[in-house]
């Protein structure tokens, strides 16, 4: 199975300044049909998750474009580029190449 | 209003079985791929299981052998049977949409039910 490592865990940052989270994979993400199927998803406290990005780099309509996906192969990142204070929770990569589905771990934002 | 309502949740006992159903509104569940994800408490996200538009359907090595993904096109819902419960299978259940050009970019979640297995 393809094990999804983010970092960090944790992740306290200061209004206004920007966020950034990373997710390696340990295999490639890129799918024979040339597309590389990596999605960040946002789980605010208490509710369920919310894709954010799909396809390591689009933005789902109605996500604030302070969000920003990056990468290829096995290394992504997500970032926030001004951390509001609803964007507290956790965030989560998931690949969708290879099976089992796998998510990341997960990495909690908090303001500081 | 595209939307996902899941039901069925509950107290099992270890070994014993519980369905799942999650009804769709807004969309058709036969046009695209429908998966189950559950979340332990406190823990982090787990692909559970997916069915496609075709019939076909997959599980995580988990489950497999115990649960059972299927739909109801004609009541537009899908389900999940679970036997022979674990302990470890105390989660909340999601359902959620994969777009049928990417079936693993979950674009809608339902609210999740909780199943708790314990004696």
């Known amino acids: 199975d393809v094990v999804m490592t983010q970092s960090p865990l944790s992740l306290p940052v200061t209004l206004g300044q920007p966020a950034s989270i990373s997710c390696r994979s340990s295999q490639s993400l890129v799918h024979s049909d040339g597309n590389t199927y990596l999605n960040w998803f946002q789980q605010r406290p208490g509710q369920s998750p919310r894709r954010l990005i799909y396809?390591?780099?689009n933005r789902d309509s109605g996500v604030p474009d302070r969000f920003s996906g990056s990468g290829s192969g096995t290394d992504f990142t997500l970032k926030i580029s001004r951390v509001e204070a609803e964007d507290v929770g956790v965030y989560y990569c998931?690949?969708?190449?290879?099976?089992?589905?796998?998510f990341g771990g997960g990495t909690k934002v908090e303001i500081k | 209003e595209v939307q996902l309502v899941e039901s069925g949740g509950g107290l099992v006992r270890p070994g014993g079985s519980l369905r799942l159903s999650c009804a769709a509104s807004g969309f058709t569940v036969s046009s695209n791929y429908m998966s189950w994800v559950r979340q332990a408490p406190g823990k982090g996200l787990e692909w559970v299981s997916v069915?496609?538009?075709?019939?076909?359907?997959y599980y995580a090595d988990s489950v497999k052998g115990r649960f059972t993904i299927s739909r109801d096109n004609s009541k537009n819902s899908l389900y999940l049977q679970m036997n022979t419960l674990r302990g470890e299978d105390t989660a909340v259940y999601y359902c959620?949409?994969?777009?049928?050009?990417?079936?693993?970019?979950?674009?809608?979640w339902g609210q999740g039910t909780m199943v708790t297995v314990s004696s």
């Open positions: 069915t496609y538009s075709g019939g076909s359907t």
């Open positions: 998931m690949e969708g190449t290879h099976w089992p589905l796998t």
């Open positions: 959620a949409r994969g777009p049928p050009d990417d079936f693993s970019a979950f674009d809608i």
């Open positions: 396809q390591v780099s």
